[in-house]
Each structure stands twice: as C-alpha cells, then as structure tokens.
C-alpha cells in the first residue's frame, strides 16, 4: 500500500553529521504526518522527529538543537538532517508515515537504516 524507502545511514565520529532521506511512494494520500524513531538493541522505539500536514514539528528532548527536520511534499520525501552526533545516537532510525484511513489514523514503517556513532 505505501512505501518508505530510507537512506543516508551509516558511520560517522562523534561531532559529525549525517542526512537521512525518507521517500514515501505507493497509495499516497490523505498524509496526516511523517518522522523518525530510533531504536537501539534492548531498547523500545522512541519518536526522534515528527512533521505533521500543517507543518509542525514536533523533537525528542534529547536531539533538540541537534536534529532537524524537513519535507519536501512534492517529492513525498522527509529529511532528517543529524548535526553534532554522539555514541548515544547510535540505533536504527526508522521512517513512518501515518495517514487518514476513514476516521482513523494508520501508521506505515520502512526497514530502517544504521545509524553508528563512534567515540
């Protein structure tokens, strides 16, 4: 039905930074939002960034001022653009998109993406 293709993980040092691109295709409509979570190993996935359909946003505590996010509707891609990375940013990043389904809110996932910060 929808699809999300990720890209743009890898590794980097800490200090540095990395753009993630999320591209949306498929049964595309009725968009409600698009983000990012991150889940590292033993750990539950957690909202990293979320841009909703009036263009707020929403960050986790621990990557404001770091992290931003954007869209680019025309392409249906989101961008997370990864500013002075530490170890603890270390996870898989995952897209997800979430539209309207009759009254209801649906949430689609892509595959994720690594995302290694080194010391």
């Known amino acids: 039905q929808v699809q999300l293709v990720e890209s743009g993980g890898g590794l980097v040092q800490a200090g540095g930074s990395l753009r993630l691109s999320c591209a949306a295709s498929?049964?595309?409509?009725?968009?409600?939002?698009m983000g990012w979570y991150r889940q590292a190993p033993g750990k539950q996935r957690d909202l990293v960034a979320r841009?909703?359909?009036?263009?707020?946003?929403k960050y986790a505590d621990s990557v404001k001022g770091r992290f931003t996010i954007s869209r680019d509707n025309a392409k249906n891609t989101v961008y997370l653009q990864m500013n002075s990375l530490k170890p603890e940013d270390t996870a898989v990043y995952y897209c997800?998109?979430?539209?309207?389904?009759?009254?209801?809110?649906?949430?689609?996932w892509g595959q994720g993406t690594q995302v290694t910060v080194s010391s």
């Open positions: 498929g049964s595309i409509f009725s968009i409600k939002a």
């Open positions: 841009i909703d359909e009036v263009g707020s946003i």
């Open positions: 997800n998109l979430e539209k309207y389904v009759g009254g209801r809110s649906s949430n689609y």
